[in-house]
């Protein structure tokens, strides 16, 4: 247990150096260095935020959680993930990167008008939020059962939340891209030296398919089999779900912003998808040796760090420590962009206009702290990690089809499509919460995204009016689209 918590304390401290040698990156105390990094991340940069938002405490904890009982298929948790990030990388990253926006609020609030952009406002600071909180969640079972003479689940949740603010706090974009390089190496080593620990540990793979109970399939064909646990209708809605999160979520459109070019950008989501795409099926894998090994556990959530406990110390250090790492990365970036939401389109744009940029930073910075305190009170009371995000996520969708009619598909963006589709697919999604004749195949996000993408295409047939491109790029979309500048507008780093 020593050996372990030495291994932590360590990660701990070395997460806090990187976020002080962070801020030696910065040329100035400004809102473009502290929440945009300069906007000079590369490819690599942008791949490791990109998928150390995927790789979290979520695709870790919550795939071990889900795949105790449903098998091999809960792994497709990162395959959803990874075509979400492919997807926003090819389409949406060169037109994202020629804009003057910032974020995914300002986007829609000058694309489709402010009231569309209130609505968006108000979806994106609740759901970003309650995403934080699953972070916490997840850290706080991974050191409790990592440590549990030190830790609870709760207090696990404060601890982890405090380094997640630390980290944030300090450095802000450049923290938490300098330290997901740190957070992905750790994750991808821990991961795999850990899963291959623990099938030796516990006699091998025949051993433990053995032990394996039949379990929902009634006959134990759903553990490795990679659609039957979960089945297709949920295998297609965490597709639809996670490619909404990458549209909608304020890190993938902050990052690219903060690339040094949109070809930067691309390939780092690219690369990110191909660094997310094995481990969940890794993490699944240990769901399913503790469903074997370790049956009847307390709570499912408990599942992946039960089994990693049992092993050699130094090598369940390291792999918590991955799992931990994972639980950072992806907690640094949802608080950096939570707060700059929160600085641009709430305080700057309703209460102080004038704020300075050094104001800007300590607000953004107070944010952070805020998001901290708050999220522990609402992760306590969290009920099942990914149920409980493909529920949220519904409400997203509205947003991500917008953000992709207005970046990937503009011909198709009207200035009646946001306050339609945000109002339409929004009912719908959350009727679709309370009313079970609204669900389609048991995931409320296909209906909703059905709803979505017909109010849009119909808006676009019956609405000739384009929409605010000019507030979105400064110039018109044919001349967006004719420009082969790769560096966006205004010249180098724009």
């Keep these: 247990m ?56 979520v695709s870790t904890v919550g795939v071990a959680e889900n795949a105790y009982t449903a098998g091999l298929s809960a792994g497709h948790y990162l395959t959803a993930w990874a075509t979400g990030a492919v997807i926003f990388g090819l389409f949406m990253t060169r037109r994202l990167k020629k804009s003057i926006i910032v974020t995914v609020i300002e986007a829609m609030d000058q694309a489709f008008g402010k009231v569309t952009g209130f609505i968006v406002m108000l979806a994106q600071l609740f759901v970003g939020f309650a995403i934080f909180a699953m972070q916490m969640v997840a850290g706080g079972a991974i050191l409790a ?18 380094i997640f603010g630390a980290v944030a706090i300090i450095g802000g974009l450049w923290s938490a891209a300098l330290s997901n390089v740190a957070n992905c190496i750790v994750i991808i080593i821990g991961l795999i ?87 969940g099926f890794v993490s699944a894998i240990l769901g399913i040796v503790a469903a074997s090994q370790v049956p009847g556990l307390e709570s499912a959530k408990l599942a992946l760090p039960a089994v990693i406990t049992q092993i050699n110390p130094w090598i369940a250090g390291l ?25 641009r389109d709430v305080m700057v744009k309703y209460i102080r ?37 493909m529920k949220l996520l519904t409400l997203w969708t509205p947003i991500a089809v917008l953000m992709f009619s207005t970046f990937g598909a503009p011909k198709l963006a009207r200035k009646s499509s946001g306050i339609v589709v945000m109002l339409g697919g929004g009912v719908w999604g959350i009727a679709s919460m309370f009313v079970p004749q609204m669900v389609l195949y048991n995931q409320p996000i296909i209906g909703t995204f059905c709803v979505s993408v017909v109010l849009c295409l119909i808006t676009a047939i019956v609405d000739k009016r384009p929409a605010n491109f000019e507030g979105v790029y400064g110039k018109s979309i044919e001349e967006v689209d004719a420009s082969d500048d790769p560096v966006g507008v205004g010249g180098e780093g724009a």
Excluded at 8 to 14: D, P, S, T
Excluded at 27 to 49: H, M, P
């Design 2 to 57: 020593s050996i372990t918590l030495g291994l932590i304390i360590a990660y701990m401290i070395l997460m806090l150096v990187v976020s002080f040698i962070s801020t030696r990156m910065m040329k100035r105390q400004d809102t473009e260095n502290f929440l945009l990094a300069g906007k000079n991340l590369n490819w690599v940069l942008v791949g490791v935020i990109i998928a150390g938002l995927g790789i979290g405490g």
């Design 145 to 162: 059962s990592l440590l549990p003479d030190m830790f609870t689940l709760q207090t696990g949740m404060l601890a982890s939340a405090v």
């Design 193 to 279: 030296v850990g899963v291959i620990a623990v099938v030796k540990h516990f006699g091998g793979m025949a051993h433990i398919v053995a032990a394996l109970p039949p379990g929902i399939s009634g006959d134990g064909s759903h553990w490795f089999s990679l659609y039957k646990g979960y089945g297709w209708p949920k295998l297609i809605a965490q597709v639809l779900s996670l490619t909404v999160l990458a549209h909608a979520i304020q890190t993938c459109t902050q990052t690219t912003i903060a690339s040094r070019d949109y070809k930067q950008a691309r390939n780092g989501f690219i690369f990110a998808a191909l660094l997310m795409l094995p481990m």
């Design 319 to 343: 792999t918590l420590a991955g799992l931990w790492a994972a639980d950072v990365s992806t907690a640094t970036g949802i608080a950096v962009g939570q707060s700059t939401m929160f600085t």
């Design 353 to 389: 206009p004038n704020m300075t940029e050094k104001g800007q930073v300590w607000v953004s910075r107070i944010t952070m702290f805020g998001i901290i305190v708050l999220g522990y009170f609402f992760a306590i009371n969290m009920k099942g990690i990914i149920d409980t995000l």
